[in-house]
């Protein structure tokens, strides 16, 4: 079974910043695309990154240059590095993993991000 773990999550100051991971088990890691996703409070889930097997990156723009999407593939991790936080990228945040031959999709339990003075 495909699971994915995430941590990371908190609570930090405008400004401040955090790394999130999310740990793959159950599959072949480098057969994924990963993204990571968030969901404000009454909000729609939007996202955030993707990271291909080939490490081609897509970004969001209200991310962009804050954010840093990577992966190891020897760790079968996926990382969020987050930057410059801001009060708007407080969210539940969630890994997603896209197989890319057949287009099975999985997704992790969601961490807390919390941004606040």
């Known amino acids: 079974q495909v699971q994915l773990v995430e941590s990371g999550g908190g609570l930090v100051h405008p400004g401040g910043s955090l790394r999130l991971s999310c740990e793959v088990s159950?599959?072949?890691?480098?057969?994924?695309?990963y993204g990571w996703y968030r969901q404000a409070p009454g909000k729609q889930r939007e996202l955030v990154a993707t990271?291909?097997?080939?490490?081609?990156?897509n970004y969001a723009d209200s991310v962009k240059g804050r954010f840093t999407i990577s992966r190891d593939n020897a760790l079968d991790t996926v990382f969020l590095q987050m930057n410059s936080l801001e009060p708007q990228d407080t969210a539940v945040y969630y890994c997603?993993?896209?197989?890319?031959?057949?287009?099975?999709?999985?997704w992790g339990q969601g961490t807390q991000v919390t941004v606040s003075s």
């Open positions: 997603n993993a896209v197989n890319e031959w057949n287009d099975a999709r999985y």
């Open positions: 159950g599959t072949i890691f480098r057969l994924y695309t």
């Open positions: 990271i291909t097997n080939g490490r081609a990156t």
